[in-house]
């Protein structure tokens, strides 16, 4: 299951990357989403890079189907890689979902639009298991990763508006 979604910021892209390089803006975005347990690996912003490790403890409310063979409390280990490339940043993510038989990983850009920035990311999700693998992907891909997305960037709003 892919999904792709994309966002503008009403901000200039150095100020969204200081955003995504800054830890309380990591651990105030997952938080606002209902995360718990974040803890903040790695994070290193150089002159045309950005490298993220974070982990945190992510409940989702399950449909019956799939709490049969998915817990609704995981362990999640996202690596957000990102580089700059000419004007606008590219990056890769993945998440490892630990014990859970999900394959997660995606990309994204960040693209000036004059003094805001568009934010574009894709989703590419796997559900390992029998029978009911594709439609787990398919209700998380049509419920649990949109609203994910825009959570995220509501969240990325709020702290570009209070630290502008």
């Known amino acids: 299951m892919e999904v792709t979604k994309s966002h503008t910021y009403d901000a200039p892209i150095s100020k969204v990357i200081d955003m995504f390089a800054n830890n309380d803006a990591i651990v105030d975005r997952y938080s606002g989403m209902g995360h718990h347990e974040i803890e903040i690996r790695e994070c290193e912003l ?39 490339d000419g004007d606008k940043w590219r990056g890769t993510f993945t998440v490892d979902v630990i014990g859970a038989p999900v394959e997660m990983k995606g990309r994204m850009s960040l693209t000036p639009d ?50 502008a």
């Open 114 to 163: 004059g003094e805001q920035t568009i934010h574009e990311v894709t989703i590419d999700m796997k559900v390992k298991v029998p029978l009911v693998g594709g439609k787990i992907a398919d209700w998380v891909g049509k419920n649990e990763a949109p609203k994910t997305l825009d959570q995220e960037f509501a969240a990325g709003d709020s702290w570009l508006a209070a630290h």
């Open 46 to 84: 150089g002159a045309d890079s950005l490298h993220i490790e974070s982990s945190r403890v992510v409940d989702i409310d399950l449909p019956g189907f799939a709490k049969k063979v998915l817990s609704p409390t995981n362990t999640m280990v996202q690596t957000d890689t990102w580089q700059l």
